[in-house]
């Protein structure tokens, strides 16, 4: 099979998105724009869960800390040295070996480095760094039996000690967070929400792209084939552990480039973001979108945080309990979400009307 | 200094121990993570807080687990039994459950702090000029007592035979006749049911809101990790290593580090242990 990325049955909702995402600016005022240019970097985060879940079968409870540490970097690195950021104070390091005037004058030097007024390596350190540290909790993590056991377990660790390290370290604002940082179009295009809407929007599109053309991959056939059946994966020659730490790495480097958007738009990043009730959140809009299918993370955000716009200072804690009710009707009563429901949906009308398709066509 | 770290350790590892068991117990049986775990020790402690003072202290500490353990019998027969031996299913299914829980407990009772006194006010010498309260010695005793009977039960008892049989294999033990379903239901009861105990017994020592069962089910997990899923035995060996690693950074440094430091040497354990962790049996 050829791996084509505009079939024809996706080419017409394609362009309709890519129309709307463009018109958007136009039509929503800036209030509603500046929402969603919060919410394409949720989209994104929730890429890099579907990459581990949709595919693999791989459930990440950590997720949030390496969103909120690609965040802090970008954050930093966007903000540049503080006046009032005089000392690193590293309490968890009593010794008192942070030497604030040294990390300054480091972050005074790459946050200089900038090409039309945006440091590149506000998205190359967090993608590294996330990356990085993915790997290696990717290297721990599938060292052992039952990953869809165990993953869970583990990135539920990480994500602890994130946040509580977050919250501990004064150099990024420690339990206040690390607040006043400027958007990335601030030199471009005076910082304004329509400008900080399109940057997102545009690298969400190039994520987007790159995931759908790595889905129909051959990595992304042998990634998924992974998922489906690592024992016979294994006995034909591929290093399933391997593998699966790699694509593990991958994941968290985009969720790290999702908080680096993610605080170009906000301003802000809290250690809050990093623990398991953030991490949760984005499982919910994959379980929600339905984990696996390619819009998933697109439907199932923009469904959640739509709805938690207008319901959540309406019903306060009444919003909450039905957010936990639909995540139990969901995954009992539609394991492949929202988009699952609208396959079957759109499967029904076609039956209707006579143009029946062989049950294997529809994925 | 070190009587004191022993002290505090076994006490940290008892509270750990407790919430763990019925974690464990609960994967065993039914291959469920239960996320909603820490929201049934919430529950117990919520029984201690509003029950001590209608009935006293010790009354309601002896109906706390067996409350909680109605609740989770309810909530077996209605949620959990549709997510059985599907560990991501489980996941999500009981975090949304635990949504549930705190959410009606926010809108029932309000999010202010409660607090209910200690039964008892003793305080222990440990040597050396310092004290350990009783209250503490107490929650030992009983993570000890527990554990040793609940082994003991599984171990001989008849319904213990068929709790330890569905573990090993629950296709075999409906086909020899037993009722699994009624199995499952009874080791869901009895996992939350330990940790309505455990709720109980911590609430004089903590401040009880409907949040407070995230730290629980996260110190819960850190054990399972450690120990494996399903196994009783190594749940309480761990609990007790990983309260006195606690102790031994928190007492002379902070909370903070010590939390830091255990969870990243739990993951480096982890990291470097060869054979998988699921254990055969409870």
């Not at chain 1, 030497?99 to 993608?127: C, E, K, R, Y």
């Not at chain 1, 959540?312 to 804690?317: D, F, I, M, T, V």
């Not at chain 2, 007492?251 to 580090?257: C, F, K």
């Amino acid at each position: 099979m050829p791996a084509r990325l505009l079939t024809r049955r996706r080419s017409l909702p394609l362009a309709l998105l890519v129309l709307a995402a463009a018109l958007a600016p136009l039509v929503l005022s800036d209030f509603t724009i500046g929402l969603l240019a919060l919410w394409l970097p949720f989209v994104m985060l929730a890429i890099s869960l579907d990459l581990l879940w949709g595919e693999n079968r791989i459930v990440s409870f950590g997720h949030g800390a390496f969103f909120a540490g690609g965040g802090y970097i970008a954050g930093l690195l966007l903000r540049g040295p503080q006046a009032d950021a005089t000392g690193v104070n590293y309490a968890l390091l009593s010794s008192g070996n942070g030497n604030g005037s040294t990390f300054d004058s480091v972050l005074h030097t790459l946050s200089g480095i900038q090409v039309a007024g945006v440091p590149p390596l506000a998205f190359a350190l967090p993608v590294a760094i996330c990356g990085l540290v993915g790997l290696l909790v990717g290297m721990a993590v599938f060292r052992i039996g039952s990953v869809e056991v165990y993953a869970p377990l583990v990135t539920l660790g990480v994500g602890v000690i994130a946040a509580t390290v977050f919250l501990k370290l004064a150099v990024i604002g420690g339990s206040n967070g690390l607040s006043g940082i400027p958007p990335y179009t601030r030199q471009l295009a005076g910082g304004s929400q329509v400008s900080i809407y399109v940057f997102n929007a545009v690298w969400l599109a190039v994520v987007y792209v790159a995931y759908a053309a790595f889905r129909r991959s051959r990595a992304g056939r042998r990634w998924r084939a992974a998922g489906d059946d690592p024992i016979r994966l294994e006995a034909l020659g591929v290093d399933v552990r391997r593998l699966r730490a790699l694509g593990f790495a991958a994941s968290a480097a985009l969720a790290g480039l999702a908080g680096a958007l993610y605080v170009g738009a906000s301003g802000f990043m809290s250690a809050d973001t990093a623990g398991v009730v953030f991490s949760v959140q984005a499982l919910i809009w994959l379980a929600v979108g339905g984990p696996g299918a390619l819009f998933a993370p697109l439907v199932g955000v923009l469904a959640i945080e739509l709805a938690d716009h207008q319901l959540s200072e309406r019903l306060q804690n009444t919003w909450q309990l039905l957010l936990g009710v639909l995540l139990i009707v969901v995954v009992l009563g539609a394991p492949r979400g929202l988009t699952g429901l609208a396959g079957s949906g759109a499967a029904a009308v076609q039956r209707l009307f006579g143009r029946a398709q062989p049950p294997g066509a529809a994925s | 200094m070190l009587v004191q770290i022993a002290a505090q350790g076994l006490s940290v590892g008892a509270v750990l121990a407790l919430s763990a068991l019925g974690l464990t117990i609960v994967y065993g049986v039914m291959g469920v993570v239960n996320l909603a775990h820490g929201e049934f020790v919430m529950l117990g402690a919520y029984a201690m807080t509003l029950l001590s003072p209608l009935i006293g202290p010790w009354a309601a500490i002896a109906l706390a687990p067996l409350i909680v353990g109605a609740i989770g019998l309810v909530v077996d027969r209605a949620l959990i039994r549709w997510l059985y031996h599907d560990p991501v299913k489980s996941m999500l299914g009981t975090f949304g459950l635990a949504i549930v829980i705190r959410q009606l407990v926010l809108i029932v009772e309000g999010p202010q702090l409660r607090y209910v006194g200690l039964p008892l006010t003793g305080a222990v010498s440990l040597g050396f000029g310092q004290t350990f309260p009783l209250w503490r010695v107490v929650l030992i005793a009983a993570a000890v007592v527990v554990g040793i009977g609940m082994a003991i039960w599984l171990a001989r008892s008849a319904t213990g035979l068929k709790v330890r049989t569905t573990t090993v294999d629950a296709d075999v033990a409906q086909s020899l006749g037993m009722n699994v379903g009624r199995v499952n239901a009874l080791a869901f009861a009895i996992g939350t049911g330990l940790a309505g105990l455990a709720g109980a017994l911590v609430a004089p020592l903590d401040s009880v809101y409907p949040n407070m069962g995230l730290s629980y089910l996260v110190g819960a997990f850190l054990v399972v990790i450690l120990a494996g899923l399903g196994s009783i035995r190594n749940a309480l060996g761990w609990a007790a290593g990983v309260g006195l690693l606690t102790a031994a950074v928190a007492v002379p440094a902070d909370d903070v580090l010590a939390q830091v430091v255990v969870w990243s040497v739990a993951l480096a354990i982890v990291a470097l242990r060869r054979q998988p962790l699921v254990a055969s049996r409870v």
